[in-house]
């Protein structure tokens, strides 16, 4: 008798463990939920100075990232950029209503890290931003005098919008 109390104390303590352990991979998964919502809590309250409108590519990379797209780019999104039943279109309202309110950086990451499909990565950082400046020229966002840089932090503070801004 004193040894099925034994049995059932070891049951009773390797419950409690697995509880405790339980409890602990619990607390950590909220923990990191909490660190996470909060970095990006501070990523959206560090809004971007500037927008598409502002003219943050230049007609030299826009004509570079239209060799690159025709490369490695429109045998899935076409010629036009309208897309096929594989790919999504990339101009006019299918470009905006993907990427309004997103940063730069949003669009540079996800092309230079997915695009080609068969070959993610296979575009330098440089080639990508010249795509995405040949997007942005193609979605009518005005040229102006400095080609997008591979910063990450400068990327994040140009927003992709479709509205004028007064100045």
């Known amino acids: 008798m004193n040894s099925a109390k034994n ?12 509880g405790v352990a339980v409890l602990a991979i619990g607390l950590a998964a909220v923990f990191a939920a909490y660190v996470g919502g909060a970095a990006r809590a501070a990523r959206a309250d560090a ?23 025709s490369q490695n780019c429109a045998n899935c999104h076409m010629d036009d950029l309208s897309g096929s039943g594989e790919a999504q279109g990339l101009v006019g309202d299918a470009f905006a209503q993907t990427w309004e309110g997103q940063t730069v950086d949003d669009l ?22 010249d795509v995405v400046a040949y ?24 927003l992709i919008s479709t509205k004028k801004t007064s100045q």
């Open 47 to 69: 809004k971007p100075t500037k927008t598409t409108q502002d003219g943050v590519y230049t007609d030299d990379q826009a004509k570079r990232g239209k060799a690159q797209y």
């Open 7 to 18: 049995v059932d104390f070891s049951k009773r303590k390797n419950s409690v463990t697995d």
């Open 135 to 158: 997007l942005l020229q193609v979605n009518q966002f005005p040229a102006g005098k400095n080609e997008l840089k591979h910063d990450p932090d400068a990327l994040k503070n140009i």
């Open 108 to 129: 540079f990451e996800l092309t230079y890290t997915t695009m080609p499909p068969d070959q993610p990565g296979k575009l330098s950082p440089d080639a990508t931003l």
